[in-house]
């Protein structure tokens, strides 16, 4: 399952792009597409990024219900996706080990980290009230918003 179609991507991608054209502030980059994300995806609780600073992952603009702040690097699908600088899909939180639970009503989850420079940024974490939301579609799609943001 994924949490939006071919198409739908698609379409998001081109809104992304539209979102962040002419814009280098990470911040209102990152707000608005996390509002894009959230509104369009679907079963999705949370979307939001997380920036790599002073070794760790520190939130950032979301939208959902309230989130951890402070992500240690290697700890929970963020802090994993960060230290192995590679998305996670976890179709199942409940059987991740370690995984750090903000909000009991998420059952899946995937986190693409983000790049500038070719350094690690951060991450962008997406997470689902349904199992098995999200999956290789999503990878790639969330992936190439995500390289928006720095356009």
């Known amino acids: 399952m994924s949490a939006a179609t071919k198409e739908e991507y698609e379409l998001l991608v081109s809104q992304a ?5 002419g814009e280098t502030d990470w911040i209102a980059n990152t707000a608005n597409l996390s509002a894009l994300l959230f509104n369009s995806l679907h079963n999705v609780n949370f979307v939001g990024v997380y920036r790599y600073e002073n070794g760790e992952l520190i939130l950032g603009p979301f939208q959902g ?13 963020c802090g994993t996706a960060a230290a192995e600088e590679k998305t996670q899909i976890v179709p199942n939180v409940h059987e991740f080990a370690g995984h750090i639970a903000c909000d009991s009503a998420s059952n899946s ?4 980290p983000l790049f500038k420079n070719n350094q690690l ?26 390289d928006t943001i720095f356009n």
């Open 65 to 77: 219900m309230p989130a951890c702040v402070h992500i240690q690097m290697g700890k929970g699908v």
């Open 109 to 112: 989850e995937i986190v693409v």
């Open 17 to 21: 792009k539209a979102l962040v054209a």
């Open 121 to 146: 940024w951060g991450v962008f974490d997406f997470d689902s009230t349904e199992l098995h939301n999200f999956d290789e579609l999503d990878k790639k799609y969330l992936t190439e918003i995500g």
